[in-house]
Every structure is written in C-alpha cells, then in structure tokens.
C-alpha cells in the first residue's frame, strides 16, 4: 500500500463518529495545506477532541475518509503514527518521571538509538527552557512547563504534522504566550500544525485557516481575515472621562460617518464594530480633535458565542455549505 | 534533467513504507517501556512496600500467631505454611500490575504511547517484565527473612528455584487477569478493591495456611479445586521433599488454561480501548 500524493498534509471527507446517539463528527470535511496552520474553532463538545483522535489512530471513524501525511488513518496507522505529534488538552507525560526521562522514554520508542535519543532528549529540553528542570519529576512542575514538556514529546520524532489540542486551555496569559512562541517557531521549521481551540484570539495568533465546527459538524471555514470579517471584526469600546458626554461622543461619531457607534449608560461604555484598523485611528481621532476626555479605550474580538450566532443568523446561510471560496486556507 | 530529479523519494519514505516493526524493535521497545516501570518504582518506592514487607508481616503474623495452635511448633508450621506463602507471592504482585495499567489510563501517557508507531502489546509485556523484577526481591525477602527464624530448605536450592519459577508461572497466568480487571473497572482503587474479595478467599480456602482436614465438607471440597491449594502442595514439596508430579501438573494445567483464555482476551480488551 502505497502513499497518496497530495499537497495536502491533512484531508479528512464526510468524516462519522456517533458515541450512541451522540453525533461527535456528523460528516466533517477539512484540509490542511502543507505547511500551514488550520485553526479548527469550537465550543466544548463540537467534536473538536473526538477530531484529533480519530487522526491521531486513536479512535476508529464509523464513516468517512481521512489522510495525514498521505496515510490512510484506518489502513496504515503504523505509518501514519510515524508522521504525527499530538500535545493533548491534558500533558500526558509520565508524572513520576523526569522531563529527561519522559523525552528519553519516547525517543526509544520511536527506534531512535541511546545515545541518539540522549541527545534529542538534551536539545527539546533546552529548546523549551527545561534544561534546569530536566532531571526532577515531572509531577514537580508548573502547568506551563508541563505544557512545554508536551511539546516537547510531540517533538522528538520530527513530526510532519502537529496536533495540537487546546493547548493552552487552563495557562494563564504568560503561560499562554510561551506556548504560542514554541508553536510559531515549529511552524517556521515547516511542520503542519492542526489546532483546536475555544479562543478566537488564539486562532488568530495562530492559524492561516480556520474551520469552525459545532455539534460533529462544519458550521464555516476560511481564512481568519475572511471569516473575521463575515463575524464583524472586532469591537472597540471607549470609556469617556465624563460619562455624562457619552451621547454627545456618538453623535459627533455619526456626524463623522461612524454610524456603527452604540452607548451603553449602565456600563458608561461606547462601542464601536469595526474591521480595519484604520477606523480605529478613525474613531480616536474624531474624539480627539473634538476635545473629548478619553480614560480608557480597549478592543475586544469577538467571542466565540458572537462567531457563532453571526454565522448561524446569517441570513440565507445554511449550515456547512456557506461560502465554498472560503474553503482554502490563505496564508 | 536536473540533479534533484534523479534522487530517489526521501529516505525516509522508504522507512515510513514500512509498517513492520520486527522482533528487535519490539524487544527495544518492551526494554524501554520496563526501563519506564522500573524508573517509576524508583521515583514512588512506597509502590514497592507491598512487595517488600507484605512476606515479612505475614511471616511473622501467621508464624507467631497461628503457627503453635495450627502445627504444635513454630518450627513445622514455618516448614509448613512458608512454601504455601511463596507459592502465592506471584498471585499477589501480579494483581498489582492491573492497578498500574488502570491508573496508566487514567493520565493521558497511554494516548501517547498509542500513537507512537509500537507494537500493543509492548505496554503489557513491559508491565510483566517489571513485575517478574519485582516478584524476584519479594521472593529473596522472604526466604531470607523465614531462613532467619528456622525455615529448612530440605532438597536444594535446584528444587527452591522450581518452586520460584512456579509460583512466578502462576503469578504471570493471574496477570492477565490482572490486566483485564484494570482495564475494565473505572479506578485504580476499585481494581484492588475487586482484587482483594478475589485473592482473599481464594489464600485462605487453601492448604496455604492450615490443613483443610478439620474444615467443612464443601469447604474441603473448594480447597480440593481451588488452583493455590496445588500450588502450596507443589511448593511444600519442593522445599520439604515428597512427590511432585501431580500437585505441579495442576499448576501447570491451570497456568495454562488461564492464560490460553484470558491474554487474548486482556490482548483484545486493550486493542478496543484504542
């Protein structure tokens, strides 16, 4: 049996698992170019997990096709393991074991020879900042080096392609920023990298494409900018000095042509949807020059919630079949 | 034509073509995964209390408490109850290895090792592997130790090895057991907790550590079948001389039938849980 060719590293079709009458995948299609990072968007129970194992050989899909690396995942899964890393939402690294000795365990495993896994084991640990910690349990360190330790044992076997299952759920925000170092720099070394993940944010520090799924099944997919602004972008909220000018705010806004400018009195916020970044400028700039007192001013992307109801109430738009051109991922 | 193009696919690929692992693989794959059980022991050597003082208390228990009421003198029941022990040292320790596995399942470190390219069955044996190590300092701690207050190898140390070796081959059949216990109840602590209304009645309605003469007919008549009474017969006779080939052809029976069904099954439970 032989290896498909295709530029594609992953290519799942009409992928079906049912847990009972738990409908986990519901016929997912998506495709990860080469190279790339496909952001797959969900809340929890959309499928995401249930994704990662059917490609990853540790589940059986009921229906459906799905390629990683050109292996078929039911008829070459020995093969298939040989090109894949996977980093779960939980490390599963050996608790009692060193971070030396975790790393080491693997490279064995994957037939490197002693000294070879030795010296893989003592380059991923510096890598990930672990040199010092490398010889005490695992069960010693902190969520984030934990985090990092995982990575690491995704890469000691050069994977081609990465799966990264929420990585960073349960970091706090430094934490968090040190696994999107670690990821952005795999990827500039060439590895595919599919990442589930609930944070919007994440995603777009993140991902080329994006597909968001719900309920086992693709509800859109696209670039992030695409999808991005199909959502709304992003809201800017700006908090006056004077609450009291809250309304004369929006109203020179509008004068200006920012008609998307709402005020809240019980929060003493101004929101405004914006897509580009120049109408941010745009905004400041007309309450500047117009003398008003700004005390703070913050942008927040949509959450995951606001993604989901602007794709599901547009109108016309049926679920998994919207926008066909959106489908490739744009880098 | 370009220098690139008459390059053959990358070298890798012909690696990745192949999906066999082969024999030496899978031993350095068993070697690795035991050197990880072994890391594990020395990591939490609590986990080795079990194998290391269990054979001291019982000794000492059964000996001072039973021994002069069950046999006259605590010479004789040394020389009586101290083979039946041994026989079940492997019983005992292999019923930890489900424990293991359950608590393995428990963490995400088994997903991981099932999307590395090995062989299944290479988290079993390694288990195995491990426990055999350990079952083997249980064994030399209680020998040692019964030497100590009067226990009398009567053949030689050829016969105390079978005895070893029995009690190990038992030990392994159970471990299966073991494993599907492990693999099929939802925490470690159930496991032992099966594990112990298991093992208890099975030790004590034996010849282990009494004569079953003065017990009850339907309890003489369990004793008769119960596999561990063959067990500490096979045993008492290879430390204290007497005839053997019935007592071990039963143990030799049951090791095998118990493995003959249940490692395909333990094999099969775990291939499902993948």
């Known amino acids: ?331 | 034509m370009s220098a690139a193009t008459l390059n053959p696919a990358p070298a890798t690929i012909g690696h990745l073509a192949d999906p066999r692992i082969g024999l030496r693989g899978n031993l350095r794959h068993v070697g690795a995964l035991t050197r990880r059980n072994l890391m594990r022991i020395k990591a939490d050597p609590e986990s080795m209390l079990d194998a290391l003082l269990v054979p001291i208390i019982f000794t000492v228990l059964f000996v001072y408490v039973f021994g002069g009421a069950v046999k006259g003198s605590q010479q004789e029941y040394i020389q009586y109850m101290i083979p039946g022990l041994l026989g079940t040292t492997g019983l005992n320790l292999a019923m930890a290895v489900g424990t293991g596995l359950n608590s393995d399942f428990q963490t995400g470190v088994m997903d991981r090792f099932r999307t590395l390219p090995i062989a299944r069955s290479a988290v079993l044996l390694s288990k195995l592997a491990a426990e055999v190590l350990r079952g083997l300092v249980s064994f030399t701690i209680l020998i040692g130790f019964s030497t100590i207050l009067g226990l009398q190898i009567k053949t030689d140390f050829l016969h105390l090895l079978a005895a070893v070796g029995l009690s190990l081959l038992f030990g392994m059949s159970i471990v299966w057991i073991s494993m599907l216990l492990g693999m099929s109840l939802r925490s470690a602590q159930a496991v032992q907790g099966v594990s112990m209304v298991v093992i208890m009645p099975l030790q004590f309605g034996s010849s282990i550590f009494a004569p079953t003469s003065t017990m009850p007919g339907w309890l003489q008549t369990f004793t008769e079948y119960n596999p561990l009474s063959a067990l500490a017969d096979a045993c008492r006779n290879l430390i204290n001389g007497g005839a053997l080939t019935h007592s071990v052809l039963i143990v030799l029976i049951w090791s095998v039938t118990i493995t003959a069904i249940t490692a395909p099954l333990a094999v099969a439970r775990f291939r499902k849980r993948t």
């Open chain 1, 1 to 331: 049996m032989t290896r498909i060719a295709t530029e594609n590293a992953v290519e799942v079709r009409g992928l079906v698992k049912h847990y009972g009458n738990t409908k986990a995948l519901d016929g997912v299609d998506l495709t990860v170019r080469q190279g790339t990072v496909l952001g797959v968007l969900g809340p929890n129970g959309a499928g995401k997990t249930t994704l990662v194992r059917v490609l990853s050989t540790l589940i059986k899909p009921d229906a459906g096709t799905a390629y990683v690396g050109g292996f078929d995942v039911l008829r070459q899964p020995k093969q298939l393991r040989r090109t894949i890393g996977l980093t779960g939402q939980y490390a599963s690294v050996d608790e009692l074991l060193s971070g030396y000795e975790n790393l080491y365990l693997i490279g064995r495993l994957l037939d490197l020879p002693g000294k070879a896994a030795k010296a893989r084991a003592g380059e991923l640990l510096e890598r990930f900042s672990l040199t010092e910690a490398a010889k005490r349990p695992a069960k010693t360190y902190s969520g984030g080096m934990r985090r990092r330790l995982d990575l690491a044992a995704s890469m000691i076997g050069r994977p081609k392609v990465l799966y990264l299952d929420e990585p960073t759920t349960g970091l706090d925000p430094r934490t968090r920023n040190e696994v999107w170092d670690e990821v952005q720099r795999m990827v500039a070394e060439g590895t595919t990298v599919l990442l589930t993940t609930q944070y919007m944010e994440e995603a777009e520090q993140l991902a080329h494409g994006l597909t968001v799924i719900d309920k086992g099944r693709v509800i859109a997919s696209g670039g992030v900018r695409e999808l991005k602004a199909q959502v709304g972008g992003r809201t800017v909220q700006v908090r006056p000095v004077h609450p009291a000018e809250l309304s004369e705010m929006a109203r020179c806004l509008h004068d200006c042509g920012i008609t998307a400018a709402t005020v809240s009195e019980d929060t003493g916020l101004l929101s405004v949807q914006i897509t580009e970044d120049e109408e941010l400028t745009a905004v400041v700039g007309v309450l500047g020059t117009r003398g008003f007192g700004i005390a703070s001013i913050d942008t927040k992307l949509p959450s995951l919630d606001e993604v989901f109801l602007a794709i599901t109430t547009k109108p016309g738009a049926t679920p998994a079949t919207t926008t066909p051109m959106l489908k490739e991922a744009v880098a």
